[in-house]
Structures are given as structure tokens and as C-alpha cells.
């Protein structure tokens, strides 16, 4: 998994981590019931699966700059990259000529909304098919023309070029990275049940002080209380009291 784990020193003191979003590959939700079509996803992607995800220009300029990567990356920043958005009437067609067999590989994975228009990018142009004749009739349908890929990997382009054959070298890294994904989600939880512990067990500190506190102060006044009536039982006033009293 070291293709997407992206490892970066911080370009500048108090550098806010949360602005690099991180590997397209790592970004990607994958449901179980589309394993299948991981293959397919990642040929759709191609080189792109390993472009790193920022938040705007300056972010990426100050990692290539300064943040001692270890190799090359693309960087893919938020706020300048134009992400291709199929129209609605182009994914009628696709229904219309596909007979659910297609779908578009924007739909197939699962992100956050944040890194939405990377998405868009990475996977918004392309539909996968689940065999050749529905890729050949999406791709060459004059109402559609959207590039097409097999559920095996072959790839249907509008220009007339077809390609295919063995795997991607990335076969599998998809479903891999959902193993990480959980136990980055597993952990974030952990993290957070920690933080809601320790706050409960400082409230819980600072109680316990507050009680040792007031229970010093009410032995402190118990004791003041009993010098006072010891005091107030040997004086003269309370002599000739009891004394009269006695009477």
C-alpha cells in the first residue's frame, strides 16, 4: 500500500494539516457489492488514482517546495481544477441504450463532499459497462460519445481507439485501500472516544478537588464550632447560668 500512502514534512511552522486531503486512492469508498467493478474504476482513473488532493494552488506550491517528499507527485488543487460533468440528457441516453448495464464511475464510489469536484475529475467522464457490446454501444451512440470501460478493463474511447488486455498493475488497490480506510475510520473513533474519557476523567479530577476542598473547610469549621462551645461552656457567664439554672 505504499502507492498511497503520501508522506510530507510541514512546508511551514503551524501548517494546517487538514488542507492536504490526500491520495485519490485513499479518498475512495468502494461498497462491497461493487468489488467487482474495481478493476474498471481504477483503469477510469488511471495515473490519476495516485494525484495528491489539496485545497487550492498555494497549498500544493509550499508541499513541492518545501515539504521534502520523498517522490514525484501531482498535485490536485480544489479550487482550480475543472471537473467534466456529464448532462442529464446524455445520462438518459446511457439508461436508454444500456438497459442497466452501465452506469457512470462517478456513482460506483463513495467520498466526502469536500474532495467532490477531485472526484468529478477523476472519475466524471467515464461509464463502466458490464460487457463489450454495452461499452461499444454507449461510447459510439451519437447521443452519448462518453468514453466506456469494461468490467475486465477494455476501454471504449468516442475517437475510435479501443485498448485492453492485461490488468492495470494497480488491480486490487481499491478494495485494499478499504482495509485502510476502515482502520483509519477505526482509529479517528478511537481518538475521539480518548478525547470524551479524558475530559470526563479531568471533570471528574477537578470534582473530586472541589469535595476534598469543601470537606476540609466544613472539618476545619466543625473544629472552630467545637473550641467555640468548649470556650463558651468554661466562661463565667456560663458558670453563673448552669447555676441559676440549677436553682
Known amino acids: 500500500m505504499s502507492a498511497i500512502d503520501f508522506q510530507y514534512a510541514d512546508p511551514a511552522p503551524n501548517f494546517d494539516r487538514s488542507k492536504v486531503k490526500g491520495v485519490v486512492a485513499s479518498l475512495v469508498s468502494l461498497d462491497a457489492e461493487h468489488n467487482n467493478k474495481s478493476t474498471a474504476l481504477e483503469v477510469t482513473a488511471g495515473g490519476r488514482l495516485y494525484n495528491v488532493v489539496v485545497e487550492n494552488e498555494q497549498v500544493g506550491k509550499q508541499l513541492l517546495e518545501r515539504g521534502q517528499l520523498r517522490k514525484r507527485v501531482t498535485i490536485?488543487?480544489?479550487n482550480k481544477i475543472n471537473a467534466f460533468k456529464v448532462s442529464a440528457q446524455k445520462l438518459a441516453a446511457v439508461n436508454r441504450v444500456a438497459a442497466g448495464k452501465a452506469r457512470l464511475a462517478l456513482t460506483l464510489v463513495g467520498y466526502d463532499d469536500e474532495v467532490a469536484t477531485a472526484m468529478m475529475?477523476?472519475?466524471?467522464?467515464?461509464?463502466?459497462c458490464d460487457d463489450e457490446e454495452t461499452a461499444k454501444a454507449v461510447t459510439f451512440d451519437r447521443d452519448i460519445g462518453l468514453k466506456s470501460v469494461t468490467l475486465k478493463g477494455d476501454v471504449y474511447d468516442p475517437s475510435g481507439t479501443l485498448s485492453g488486455g492485461a490488468a492495470p498493475s494497480s488491480s486490487g488497490i481499491l478494495v485494499k485501500a478499504q482495509d485502510v480506510r476502515r482502520c483509519e475510520l477505526e482509529l479517528?473513533?478511537?481518538?475521539e472516544l480518548l478525547r470524551e474519557l479524558e475530559g470526563e476523567a479531568a471533570a471528574s479530577r477537578a470534582n473530586r478537588q472541589a469535595f476534598e476542598t469543601r470537606a476540609r473547610e466544613v472539618e476545619l469549621k466543625e473544629h472552630q464550632t467545637n473550641l467555640l462551645r468548649q470556650a463558651q461552656e468554661g466562661s463565667n457567664a456560663a458558670r453563673v447560668f448552669t447555676f441559676v439554672y440549677s436553682i
Do not use: H, Q, S
Open 76 to 78: 490536485i488543487p480544489l
Open 188 to 191: 479517528r473513533e478511537a481518538r
Open 121 to 128: 475529475y477523476v472519475f466524471g467522464d467515464t461509464v463502466v
